[in-house]
């Protein structure tokens, strides 16, 4: 695949790839805060370089801080990652056994090499779904028969802001990242998503109606926006 790589401003670099199926300009930042532009195999770099120019303001927004996954970090609520440097291998992989993460990779390369700290997030998030589709829709349905709340269904994703959502249809979708929450917060979520199912928008009558089943909902609610449905420490 044709491409090359361009220099958006002195501290920000990008590389533009020349797709025979693309039909349009598409911009994406990878999980390694790589910046990608697909542009249609006849369109010049340049018509690339302009259109990621045109979104720099969308590209400062999405772009976070570079985050580490430390080794022994726990994820979610029933595994650990685990680092593993080894002079056997030159390719980086990953395996998850019995509750840990393994991130085998070779030994000359740091474990914050963002190629190794892209594989630890896949394999993180894979451990995650498994996680919040085990345990969930559980807790999900016993709050639900507790409180008195009906639903359509309930399925996980992986969000980038959201922690929930459920639409008119009473449909719900939990984002996976709510396991590193602790069950108190986790139990916010899942009501605030049960709520929407009787009250659709946010308002006086929303918020009355979960207080109603969760007194200190306003404490619960400044406490999950601490939060951000991330993985890693700053490095």
């Known amino acids: 695949m044709a ?30 805060g790589k910046i990608r532009v697909s542009i249609p195999y006849w369109a010049p770099y340049r018509a690339g370089l302009e259109f990621a120019k045109s979104r720099r303001n969308w590209i400062n927004e999405q772009r976070k801080p570079a985050l580490e996954i430390t080794d022994g970090q726990a994820i979610g609520k029933a595994h650990h990652l685990q680092y593993n440097p080894s002079s056997d291998t030159t390719q980086i992989r990953s395996r998850i056994k019995h509750g840990q993460i393994i991130i085998t990779y070779p030994d000359v390369m740091d474990s914050k090499d963002p190629k190794i700290q892209a594989v ?11 996680q919040a589709e085990q345990l969930l829709p559980i807790r999900l349905k016993e709050l639900a028969e507790k409180h008195g709340f009906e639903y359509s269904s309930v399925s996980v994703k992986n969000m980038k802001s959201r922690w929930g ?30 709520t929407h199912t009787k009250v659709l928008k946010h308002g006086p009558v929303f918020w009355k109606a979960m207080a109603e089943d969760l007194p200190d909902v306003q404490q619960r609610r400044k406490m999950v926006l601490k939060h951000q449905p991330i993985l890693g420490h700053p490095m």
Not at 10 to 29: A, G, Q
Not at 121 to 128: D, E, N, P, T
């Open 3 to 32: 491409h090359k790589d361009f220099a958006l401003d002195e501290s920000t670099s990008i590389t533009i790839y020349k797709r025979r199926s693309s039909r349009s300009l598409r911009l994406s930042i990878a999980a390694d």
């Open 120 to 130: 630890a997030l896949k394999a993180s998030i894979r451990a995650l779904r498994v």
């Open 165 to 194: 959502s459920c639409d008119q249809r009473r449909n719900i979708v939990l984002n996976v990242y709510l396991v590193q929450l602790p069950w108190d917060l986790i139990d916010y979520v899942l009501l605030h998503e049960l």
